[in-house]
DNA sequence: TAAATATTGACAGTAAACTGTCGAAAATGG
DNA sequence: CCATTTTCGACAGTTTACTGTCAATATTTA
């Protein structure tokens, strides 16, 4: 069998997809370095933030795609730290929820106003309407596989 | 300070790339499980298979993006696993070449013969204008961070 | 060509993902 | 409303990345 002309393009977009996804994950840690952080701390904080409601360590894994094993490892290493801490969730006697402290919401700031000029720096030299396209196609693949 | 409309735009798909290359690795693993394989493995097998001159463990870590240390590891493994051979490099002393073993290109081939048909049949719903933006534009982020 | 620099494999340690299993708690469905 | 199924945290073990350091070897440069 052979593959389709799509089929190609889109073994080669998922080759890329894992280079990227290493080098932006090395990027991320650099980032965050200084602060005593790393990309998967970072991953975490801006779940929390984004949620309107608290989320228990199961949800923010859903919502990162990760599985509950991996952000309970990082969510106690996190609390320890005093980034967040765990908080009683009526609705369930096991599943605490998981909240930022100040200083979690301060460490998250800090690493938003060194994101925003980075995004805006590097995607300058990429047009608005391939970048819509570009994430249109990762959430289509996305969707395939969840 | 805020995001750009394409920094935005920049920071979503950045997300998103995290999020399915976890995907693509669980997938992978998944189609190459019954072979005593894995997403990492079948990499290392790619990056052989696809080169004309026979690579060293540090020039495959090049090619995939990755460490010496790890490719090393895989590779320390896979040659164990009579997937792969060291074999010495007339160039240089130290740095001996991998090659692939009958039994590794015969790994190869199956899985290649597993993964037309997927990658056809999961890529019928994208464009190929689209893929073809897709993988340019990851081939651009890609040589931002190289 | 000699010295400085870079690359490589080896070794040791860490981080962050995975899998699987367990019992408790919650949600679902007859 | 009770039994079944699912979710959840906890624990243990594995894989695949990373970092850093060392000595040997190659390469580059002065």
Redo the contacts with the bound molecule.
């Keep these: 069998m052979q593959h389709t002309k799509k089929g190609q393009l889109f073994t080669e977009a998922i080759l890329e997809i894992f280079k990227v996804s290493?080098q932006l994950a090395?990027e991320g840690?650099r980032l965050t370095k200084e602060l005593g952080l790393?990309?998967?701390?970072w991953?975490v904080l801006g779940a929390l933030k984004m949620s309107n409601e608290p989320l228990?360590?199961?949800?923010v894994a859903?919502v990162m795609g990760?599985?509950?094993?991996?952000?309970?490892?990082?969510a106690?290493?996190m609390v320890k730290d005093g980034l967040m801490v765990y908080q009683i969730n009526p609705?369930?006697?096991?599943?605490?929820y998981v909240v930022l402290t100040e200083k979690g919401k301060a460490a998250y700031s800090i690493i938003t106003e060194i994101q925003i000029p980075w995004a805006n720096e590097n995607s300058k030299d990429i047009s608005e309407v391939d970048l819509n396209t570009t994430l249109s196609v990762l959430r289509k693949i996305s969707l395939l596989f969840k």
Aim: charged residues 30%; positive net charge.
């Design positions: 290493g090395v840690d790393s990309s998967a701390r991953k228990t360590v199961a949800q859903r990760l599985t509950r094993q991996s952000v309970q490892r990082l106690d290493a609705h369930h006697k096991r599943a605490n």
